[in-house]
């Protein structure tokens, strides 16, 4: 597969990598291409982003399509792509996938009523200081969560929470209703979730995280 003649060398792309430990997201630019495939250069060391890994090349240039790709070679920051395919930028298939969503949250207060959830969405006004913390590689949708975490929700209850998506730093403020807690298993509990409230920035965002695991396991 050749990339598009209008597009310009070196192009910055955002680089979703399923390796060993779960997917990552780089950015970085594609600086070359040719025969032996397309050269990237990463904007951090990817010495721990494996041969053999696939990944998904995306650009916010829309003469650029989604490229699907393996990792053939990875020194410092350069990473040498072969097998390149394009890939729809578009899907509208969203199902529970595994990935790196970093979370914090609170139970709602029932006393507070409305006024404490409108406080939290607006403001980030919870309930003090006192935020738990569960792994953020979790199951995910852009439904809902499902996590471990030491501490037993109660199941109906209301949380105040804050996520961002993958490596991306921004952070949204959200509401979710504890639908089921399973027993534990080695002291961790499984607590499922279904958003209630979800910015629409948000959505998008755990979207398009989605759309690129599926494409990085094809």
């Known amino acids: ?52 890994s696939k990944v998904v090349l995306s650009s916010s240039d829309k003469a650029m399509p989604r490229i699907s790709a393996t990792v053939v070679l990875c020194k410092g920051n350069r990473l040498t792509l072969s097998e390149p395919e394009s890939r729809p930028r578009e899907k509208r298939l969203y199902p529970r996938l595994h990935g790196n969503i970093p979370l914090r949250f609170q139970e709602h207060n ?22 738990r913390e569960p792994d953020p ?26 996520l961002g998506v993958g490596s991306a730093p921004q952070r949204w403020r959200c509401t979710g209703t504890v639908v089921r807690v399973f027993d534990p298993e080695d002291g961790f509990h499984r607590t499922a979730i279904n958003f209630d409230t979800l910015p629409d920035e948000a959505i998008d965002a755990m979207s398009s995280y989605t759309i690129k695991i599926q494409e990085a396991l094809m």
Not at 110 to 131: R, S, V, Y
């Open 1 to 52: 597969m050749s990339l598009p003649s209008e597009l310009k060398l070196p192009a910055a792309i955002e680089m979703m990598c399923m390796t060993s430990k779960g997917p990552k997201v780089l950015a970085g630019c594609i600086s070359a291409t040719g025969p032996q495939g397309i050269v990237v250069d990463a904007s951090g060391p990817v010495e721990d982003v494996l041969p053999g």
């Open 110 to 131: 029932p006393e507070d009523g409305a006024a404490g959830i409108q406080n939290w969405i607006e403001a980030g006004n919870g309930n003090g200081t006192n935020f």
């Open 137 to 162: 590689f979790m199951n995910f949708s852009v439904n809902g969560l499902l996590f471990e975490i030491e501490h037993r929700c109660t199941e109906g209850g209301l949380l105040y929470i804050e």
